[in-house]
């Protein structure tokens, strides 16, 4: 199957004035709800950031994908959820693009802008990073019930500094609201992983260490550059059957 793409106007879509060829990648969250024929009929890609002509073209190709749908007594049923969008846009030198969209996941999000957690200060002055993430059980109200660390990287082996990384990432996200995943309707719960990066720019280069290595049967791919939320396991029962991207 061929990719699905559009062509667009890159100062329209971006606001770019670049005449160089490039490609660049984008991951966002599309809020999505999906028929009980697993049409997606409505998408609203959900960053702050995102001129409205790329917001849309995003929207249009996440509309074609078809999912075999959820399912409540036994029946195909409607689905609320969020997905997770690899967005690719190849920009020719003339400054028009070819927008591709390609499902990831799909799962429980942040509810709106979500406070990150602050900087250890200790950690700030000693140039010290962090990759952090942790599990969060959300409930049908979107409240996390329950928040575990999942594993933690660092450029300096520091257990003391660990600790307060794992401790202030936990805290935070137990404060966090998540848009729960509905079926016919109803909110469902649901686990994710929330990946945080704590990077500080032209800081020391270190080699990086696992303080805490994620549990061996956990095969989650986490892009600590967007931050995005993992889900584990599928509350709703979706399953994609074609974005056009594959094969």
Same mark, same amino acid.
């Given at each position: 199957?061929?990719?699905? +793409?559009?062509?667009?106007?890159?100062?329209?879509?971006?606001?770019?004035?670049?005449?160089?060829? #490039?490609? +660049? #990648?984008?991951? &966002?969250?599309?809020?999505?709800?999906?028929?009980?024929? @697993?049409?997606?009929?409505?998408?609203?890609?959900?960053?702050q950031d995102v001129d409205e002509a790329f917001a849309s073209t995003i929207e249009g190709l996440v509309k074609q994908w078809r999912f075999r749908p959820a399912m409540a007594d036994g029946q195909p049923a409607t689905a609320t959820t969020t997905l997770t969008t690899q967005v690719v846009v190849d920009i020719d030198k003339n400054q028009s693009a070819q927008v591709t969209a390609r499902y990831l996941r799909h799962g429980a999000a942040p509810d709106g802008v979500q406070q990150p957690p602050r900087y250890p200060?200790?950690?700030? +002055?000693?140039?010290?990073?962090?990759?952090?993430?942790?599990?969060? $059980?959300?409930?049908? #109200? @979107?409240?996390?019930?329950?928040? #575990?660390?999942? %594993?933690?990287?660092?450029?300096?082996?520091?257990?003391?500094?660990?600790?307060?990384?794992?401790?202030? $990432?936990?805290? $935070?996200? +137990?404060?966090?609201?998540?848009?729960?995943?509905?079926?016919?309707?109803?909110?469902?719960? %649901?686990?994710?992983?929330?990946?945080?990066? &704590?990077?500080?720019r032209n800081g020391a280069v270190r080699n990086w260490k696992w303080m805490v290595k994620p549990p061996q049967e956990a095969e989650v791919a986490l892009d600590f550059a967007s931050q995005q939320p993992v889900a584990l396991g599928n509350a709703t029962g979706l399953e994609l059957i074609s974005d056009d991207s594959q094969g």
């Open positions: 199957m061929k990719a699905q +793409r559009l062509l667009i106007l890159i100062p329209l879509m971006l606001g770019l004035g670049n005449a160089q060829a #490039e490609r +660049r #990648e984008f991951t &966002y969250g599309v809020a999505a709800e999906i028929d009980a024929n @697993g049409q997606v009929v409505h998408a609203d890609l959900k960053a200060k200790d950690a700030m +002055r000693s140039q010290v990073s962090a990759e952090v993430a942790v599990v969060a $059980t959300v409930d049908a #109200e @979107g409240q996390p019930v329950k928040v #575990e660390l999942h %594993s933690l990287m660092m450029n300096l082996d520091d257990a003391r500094l660990g600790k307060r990384f794992a401790a202030d $990432t936990m805290e $935070t996200i +137990r404060r966090w609201k998540f848009q729960p995943e509905q079926v016919n309707g109803r909110p469902v719960a %649901s686990k994710v992983v929330v990946p945080i990066k &704590y990077t500080i």
